[in-house]
């Protein structure tokens, strides 16, 4: 059943100002940070600023429940690429794209059936 939605989007070069140790550890998990440090830069802003869109996304879609801060949510990579993440009782679609000066992000907040 979905229990929320929520849509974000980033202009990336705001983002590539706000580049910092300090600013990514509170946007990206430990993983998140450890996958950006091996990409080249302009994928590595490209990459933040779809996480921090995609987190966004997230928190407006969890806005009836317990909102986690950023870092706490570490969205991944299944093997065809496509982004996931688990939340408590939540599985949460997310759909994250770019494009020149922007990256936009979408996610559907599912409760799970335990």
Do not use: C, W
């Not at 302009?42 to 987190?55: L, P, Y």
């Amino acid at each position: 059943m979905i229990k929320g939605i929520g849509t974000d989007i980033v202009d990336i070069e705001r983002v590539r100002k706000a580049m910092s140790e300090s600013f990514l550890s509170k946007v990206l998990s430990e993983e998140e940070i450890e996958k950006a440090s091996s990409m080249k830069e302009e994928r590595k802003v490209q990459f933040v600023a779809g996480r921090f869109a995609a987190k966004e996304a997230i928190i407006k879609a969890l806005s009836d429940e317990e909102v986690p801060v950023m870092n706490e949510l570490n969205i991944v990579n299944d093997a065809k690429g496509k982004p996931q993440i688990e939340y408590k009782d939540y599985q949460i679609l997310i759909s994250i794209s770019h494009e020149k000066t922007y990256a936009v992000a979408f996610a559907i907040l599912e409760q799970l059936e335990r």
